[in-house]
């Protein structure tokens, strides 16, 4: 198999809300976050501060939903690195389109430790395939 590319995606920033963690029918969880990244810069013609928001939904599989499930909450700041997937649906007639980040690393900055005995190391895992969980995931 040729690699035609990379996709690869990296985010630094502040949870929109908590976690939301579901369980597939095989009882592997899945959690979704909200992260909100921006970028801060000063319009050339007045002066003033400006502020773009961007927002990424973002998916986490296994072990690494679980610590996520568990250890974020709103507000909470992250390092994430993962992949793009695009899937596509028709509703009423229209086709729709969704673009997440499938995770597969994931390290919390907050300071914050997750436990006496817990590693400091980012916690990674490979990504699911996405055909083997799309049927799978409840949401």
């Not at 002066?47 to 939904?57: A, C, L, S």
């Not at 909470?76 to 509703?91: F, I, K, L, M, P």
């Not at 914050?112 to 699911?128: C, L, N, T, W, Y």
């Amino acid at each position: 198999m040729t690699n035609r590319g990379i996709n690869k995606v990296t985010l630094i920033g502040n949870l929109g809300g908590d976690p939301e963690t579901r369980y597939t029918g095989a009882g592997k969880p899945v959690t979704q976050l909200s992260i909100a990244t921006s970028e801060r810069w000063r319009d050339a013609q007045t002066g003033d501060i400006k502020e773009r928001v961007e927002w990424h939904q973002v998916v986490m599989f296994d072990k690494l939903a679980e610590i996520a499930g568990e250890y974020l909450s709103k507000g909470s700041r992250v390092y994430v690195e993962g992949a793009n997937r695009t899937s596509s649906w028709e509703q009423d007639g229209i086709k729709r389109f969704r673009t997440q980040v499938y995770a597969s690393e994931l390290q919390m900055l907050d300071g914050k430790s997750r436990s006496a005995d817990a590693a400091e190391e980012p916690v990674s895992e490979s990504p699911p395939v996405a055909a083997e969980m799309e049927d799978d995931i409840p949401f």
